[in-house]
Nanobody, 117 residues
């Protein structure tokens, strides 16, 4: 069973930074287009950013210019560098395959990001 294990979240003040990691087991990591998603009670689940097998990246909405998605295929790890954080970035962040890339893996626990004074 393929699943990602997310980490790196926490409490940060507005304008601060966090780096999220997602270690994926049980898969040919490099064969997948991957993505970060986030979920809140209000916005439900939304795509934040995705990265193709070849390393091409796309960002959605307010993530553009502030977040950087990357991958290390040797470590089976996906990253999300988040800078200039805003309170509206508060959410639980998850990793999974990119949209339209196949059947989603089982969802992990996610990692909580809270942006607040």
């Amino acid at each position: 069973q393929v699943q990602g294990v997310e980490s790196g979240g926490g409490l940060v003040q507005p304008g601060g930074s966090l780096r999220l990691s997602c270690v994926v087991s049980g898969s040919m990591f490099s064969d997948y287009d991957l993505a970060w998603y986030r979920r809140t009670e209000i916005r439900q689940q939304e795509l934040v950013a995705d990265i193709s097998k070849s390393g091409a990246t796309e960002y959605v909405g307010s993530a553009k210019g502030r977040f950087t998605i990357s991958r290390d295929n040797a470590k089976n790890t996906l990253y999300l560098q988040m800078d200039s954080l805003k309170p509206e970035d508060t959410a639980i962040y998850y990793c999974n395959i990119a949209p339209m890339s196949g059947t989603f893996w089982s969802w992990g626990q996610g990692t909580q990001v809270t942006v607040s004074l």
